[in-house]
């Protein structure tokens, strides 16, 4: 294919392989630009040339520098920079370089290559680099060339309407041109360039292939282990291990080891010796070049942040890179420096230069990161890989960090990843030729791969580190859904005009200020060339709450479909962090990729935060109740919806421990200080509990473990869940468990002096269903913004003192959101009865009498008036004088009755009764208790029933013989 890609930076040099006309004769001749063409309107100083059918045109423009007079007045790359880029995105396939075979992404794309950046008169400086100028001046000319893709590997551009720069790729996007620009080296929270909504912004990240060394049999006592970091020089050093002395320059640190900021003098360092150097200040090859010319053998780097990302140099001697801190694959780099401290003269090896694989796809600890200063802009766009790329050098280096003669060069950068997405551009309108810039771009992005990972290797990636993600061309060139967006609207959508960011239609979705429900409506075309039937559905994360409407739709071939993506941050604090969540569309039929948007927002101060209490313990004397409880907020409830699941008893278990011989782990001999229980979660359960209640062990431990092999015994790489706090306070309390057999494993890890320990367990699984003991009831509706409360009521007959009782229940808006406020775990632990009733005799004959007492506890710890109500059964015939403690006879309900507030030593009630009738008699008493104004109190409410039943001595079975 013949598309033009377009290469702005420090120009190239032509007599490469990779630029060259390899690989096969190109089918067809086109115009050469520039300097190569015959009637040339530019002359040159006669350094660059010759041109052909790969390179078909070279500029060169400095009316905004002051260049050093000795570098070419032509398009000739004197600095490697434009020469790398050049044939990374576009250089020919099956070139071979000193690290393996190299093609351009692009392999038959022709090049254009712009010259606007120049060395500087003196490294100390501020003349040379890219002037605005230059720059316009050459995104001018492509348009006027006819050129297709466009690559600029250099940063800038924070004002997307204001800059010159942008404007001139906001033009030569209506031109047709795909603009792919560099996201920027600053590796800051906020640093991220060219900002404007109209380009593609990249990020830059690993591959699968990585250029690794390192460090081996360090000597001392325990060294640390092991030292991986990146290195691009094959060859192995083994030597004394230095720190590099401090230097008296500008910007020195205070300790070992120093910068490297300039040669250190020959003799310096021994040929074997080893010496690291702190990264900051110059660049990471020059420090290697100052510990070289003191004569050094090896050179280590070690970063100077945490996650700050490590890159194979090139060096003309063994070198290494290592992070500061310690990662999935390495020991810090502090540590190496730490032990050479406590050990001097320790001596290791390193071994440089090993091409191995890698995981890939993890971040570039330098690659800037949004957000975006301009508002409502999500950016970077994309990532694609960025660090040691190996591509084309020019054969001769101006004052750079390389030597002379390096062909090809192993570089990292944004500069290296941009020209990456620049060929993946050019493949894709050779592939899609009437797809414009916009569908492009939104194709790349809405199909990139999202499992990318932070420097550190392990941590996700968010939209700020890596846009949309990894550009996945595989993908990518089936994509079925585009978005298109027009110049006026790009012009239109100025903040400084009263325009906004939000309403482009973009492949992503942002809100810096989103006041409790955000929305944004995007055009989505079908352009997979048959009819596609799409599902979407949102994210929830953390309470922030997308969705996207309509659910499905089906759109003939290049027919359109409006959508509106919809986020709720009710659910998140106002707290100025940034969220991130995502739509995805899904096709139903597997006839294209789905597509996927990420969403930002911020929840601003107009949101409503959305609150529920986690939890509610009650403790009670009572086997019926309620509890107030308050602390619930949301936007507009109306229709509150509550499901409760539960109340179940906690099962308890009681066992002694001795300590633990070996508590490094309870699952290496479960005989040893150890026990555990078996327990079944059932599909769909809502809550499983497991805890301490009760030991002499001033530390047990408690484990969680699913069988998952279905042996019966718990191992340890069953293990889920884990309480091992320094004291026995130990509690696992999760949320919608996976069904299975589960172990509760519980470990003496430190024994009393009086071992073996006694340890009492409870543990409980609250299933999908209520078991008719937990009512839960609220307001039917509450305006926006209000606080709330709901009143949990329980209603066991069953339960026994000392038993604990478990459920949950959830919260919501209305009947289609039901739990979007929350849900809140609730037990409760029946302590001793409050009211109790006891009989002088249980045997006694017709005619006899018999002596109740009533007794009133005093448990409760407010002011509680109770009403005692005990109507005599028939057999039972009161003497109204035997009354005592205040209580009063009624004729008319034949019940003996007594109002009042039983001080915390509790009050007792008493009255005999002559037996009259033969057969059992059950006497029961009734206690309602309320605060003094008959509303709710603390503990107890006006609806609080005590019901005497005879189990619990409140209800009296009289034998008569």
Not at 59 to 75: F, H, K, L, T, V
Not at 126 to 138: H, K, N, Q
Not at 408 to 424: E, K, L, W, Y
Request: glycine residues 10%; contains cysteine.
């Amino acid at each position: 294919y013949n598309p033009s890609s377009v290469l702005t930076t420090t120009g190239i040099h032509p007599s490469l392989s990779d630029p060259s006309p390899v690989g096969g004769n190109y089918p067809s001749t086109f115009p050469y630009k520039g300097v190569c063409a015959p009637t040339s309107p530019q002359t040159q100083d006669g350094t660059f040339g010759p041109c052909n059918d790969k390179l078909i045109g070279a500029w060169w423009y400095n009316a905004g520098n002051i260049a050093d007079p000795g570098e070419a007045r032509s398009p000739m790359d004197q600095s490697g920079h434009g020469t790398h880029t050049a044939t990374t995105a576009g250089g020919n396939g099956g070139v071979v370089s000193p690290y393996g075979t190299v093609s351009g992404v692009a392999p038959r794309a022709r090049i254009i290559a712009y010259k606007v950046c120049w060395q500087r008169t003196a490294v100390s400086s501020t003349d040379g680099g890219c002037s605005t100028l230059d720059s316009v001046a050459a995104i001018n000319q492509s348009v006027l060339d006819g050129a297709q893709v466009l690559n600029f590997s250099i940063s800038g551009g924070n004002s997307p309407w204001i800059d010159s720069v942008e404007v001139a790729f906001r033009n030569a996007t209506a031109a047709g041109i795909i603009v792919n620009a560099s996201a920027g080296n600053a590796g800051t929270v906020g640093s991220v360039a060219h900002q404007s909504p109209w380009l593609i912004t990249v990020a830059a990240s690993t591959e699968a292939r990585e250029f690794n060394g390192y460090m081996t049999n360090v000597s001392g006592p325990t060294p640390p282990t092991p030292l991986a970091g990146a290195s691009l020089k094959p060859g192995t050093v083994t030597g004394v291990i230095k720190l590099a002395p401090l230097q008296a320059v500008a910007g020195e640190v205070a300790t070992l080891p120093g910068l490297c900021q300039a040669p250190y003098p020959a003799g310096t360092f021994a040929p074997t010796d080893i010496v690291i150097c702190r990264r900051g200040i110059n660049a990471r090859s020059l420090k290697y070049a100052n510990v070289f010319a003191g004569g050094a053998g090896g050179g280590i780097i070690v970063n100077n942040l945490d996650n700050q990302g490590i890159v194979a140099d090139y060096c003309t001697r063994v070198c290494l890179h290592l992070e500061k801190n310690t990662t999935a694959s390495s020991a810090a780099g502090d540590a190496l420096i730490a032990h050479v401290l406590a050990n001097p003269g320790a001596t290791g090896t390193i071994n440089g230069g090993l091409k191995e694989l890698g995981p890939g796809d993890k971040m570039a600890g330098f690659s800037s990161k949004g957000p975006a200063t301009t508002p409502n802009i999500l950016k970077p766009d994309v990532t694609l890989v960025g660090v040691d790329v190996n591509a084309g050098n020019t054969a001769f280096l101006w004052d750079n960090d390389f030597d002379d003669g390096q062909t090809f060069q192993v570089i990292s950068g944004t500069s290296m990843s941009s020209p990456h997405s620049a060929g993946i551009s050019a493949l894709m309108r050779q592939l899609y030729p009437t797809w414009t810039p916009a569908e492009i771009k939104s194709a790349m992005m809405s199909t990139a791969k999202t499992s990318v990972v932070q420097p550190d290797g392990t941590t996700p990636a968010n939209p700020f580190n890596m846009g949309s993600g990894r550009v996945d061309p595989i993908k990518l060139v089936d994509a079925g859904l585009t978005l298109n967006e027009t110049n006026a609207n790009f012009v239109a959508a100025n903040p400084a005009t009263g325009g906004d960011p939000r309403t482009l239609n973009l492949a992503n979705a942002v809100n810096n200020a989103c006041p409790q429900i955000c929305t944004w409506t995007r055009t989505v075309k079908n352009r997979s060339g048959v009819a596609t039937t799409w599902n979407g559905a949102g994210s929830l994360t953390d309470n922030f709450v997308v969705s996207v409407l309509p659910a499905t739709f089906t759109l003939a071939p290049d027919a359109e479909q409006v959508i509106t993506i919809r986020a709720n941050v009710g659910g998140v604090p106002i707290d100025g962090a940034w969220r991130f969540g995502r739509v995805t569309l899904t096709e139903a039929n597997n006839l294209a990729p789905a597509a996927h948007f990420p969403v930002g927002v911020i929840a601003a101060a107009g949101a409503i935060p959305v609150e529920a209490p986690e939890e509610v313990e009650i403790e009670t004397h009572r086997n019926n109740g309620s509890k107030i409880v308050d602390g619930y907020s949301a936007g507009e409830v109306t229709e509150l919806t509550i499901r409760e699941y539960g109340l179940v008893k906690g099962d308890q278990t009681t066992q002694t421990l001795a300590l633990d011989s070996a508590n490094d782990s309870p699952f290496d001999d479960l005989t040893d200080g150890v026990f555990y229980t078996t327990f079944t979660v059932p599909a769909g359960a809502k809550r499983l509990l497991a805890q301490i209640l009760a030991t002499t062990a001033p530390d047990m431990d408690l484990y969680i473990a699913r069988d998952l092999n279905s042996d019966g015994i718990p191992q340890a790489n069953e293990s889920l869940y884990e309480s091992t706090s320094p004291t026995s306070d130990e509690q696992v309390d999760e949320l919608n468990p996976v069904a299975g057999t589960y172990f509760a494993v519980v470990q003496n890890w430190e024994a009393s002096a009086n071992a073996p320990d006694p340890v009492t367990l409870i543990t409980a699984v609250v299933p999908n269903t209520n078991a008719g003991n937990l009512e839960v009831t609220g307001p039917a509706t509450v305006p926006a913004a209000t606080p709330f409360a709901v009143e949990a009521m329980w209603n066991e007959p069953t339960m026994l003192a000392g038993e604990i009782w478990y459920g949950l229940f959830d919260v919501g808006t209305d009947a289609a959101n039901p739990g979007n406020i929350g849900a809140t775990r609730i037990s409760v632990a029946k302590l001793a009865d409050e009211v109790s009733k006891a009989v002088s005799s249980s045997e006694v004959a017709v005619g006899e009498y018999v002596t109740y007492t009533l007794t009133i506890t005093g448990y409760a710890t407010l002011a509680d008036t109770f009403y005692l109500t005990d109507t005599l059964p028939a057999g039972l015939t009161i003497d109204q004088s035997s009354l005592t403690g205040g209580a009063v006879y009624n004729a008319g309900t034949n019940s003996v009755t007594w109002t009042g507030q039983a001080p915390a030593s509790g009050h007792t009630i008493t009255f005999r009764a002559m037996v009259t009738a033969a057969g059992a008699i059950t006497n029961t008493v009734e206690a309602t208790s309320a605060n003094a104004t008959g509303t709710a109190s603390a503990k107890v409410v006006t609806t609080a029933i005590v019901v005497v039943v005879n189990e619990l001595k409140l209800f009296l079975p009289i034998i008569l013989k």
